[in-house]
């Protein structure tokens, strides 16, 4: 066996450029969520996916995963402060949690810049919450045949 963590040299260059991939795509599923099906909370999850599979891939303790790791409860609160802030500032504006932005060309990006914010603090938000419950649930895991091995020895 080796003694290197997560799987394969191949699947990790796989893993590695899919992650970048999967990542672009999920920003602009939340980017554009307002023109298209989708949004904060489907980007989130697209992206939390990409660091999923790259745990899987690298194990948790090296590689992208290890990063997302570290950060993941801190993504998460930053998109909960995101998503709070621009409620705050329509509230200032007079109008709170409503557009408070200048309405841009329709079926641009610039049409509602108010619900882009918004979907980008909920991928955030999500991606970070679910990428933090997926690495807790495997800290819970079984280490491997270690621990069997010695327990069916005693």
């Known amino acids: 066996m080796r003694n290197e963590p997560g ?10 450029w899919l992650l970048g991939l999967v990542v672009v795509f999920g920003l602009a599923v939340a980017f554009f969520g307002h023109l298209t099906p989708g949004g904060g909370f489907a980007g989130g999850v697209i992206v939390a996916c990409g660091f999923v599979l790259a745990a899987l891939a690298f194990g948790a303790r090296t590689g992208p995963a290890a990063w997302m790791k570290r950060h993941a409860s801190t993504i998460d609160a930053g998109g909960a402060w995101i998503f709070v802030l621009v409620g705050f500032l329509g509230y200032l504006a007079g109008h709170f949690f409503q557009r408070w932005l200048a309405l841009g060309e329709p079926f641009t990006l610039g049409s509602a810049v108010f619900i882009v914010l918004q979907n980008l603090a909920i991928l955030l938000k999500v991606g970070g919450g679910l990428f ?13 045949g270690e621990d069997e091995e010695s327990e069916a020895d005693a």
């Not at 799987?7 to 590695?16: D, E, F, H």
């Not at 933090?132 to 491997?144: D, L, V, Y």
């Open 7 to 16: 799987m394969s040299q191949i699947v990790q260059v796989v893993a590695q």
């Open 132 to 144: 933090a419950g997926f690495a807790a649930i495997a800290a819970f895991t079984s280490t491997g």
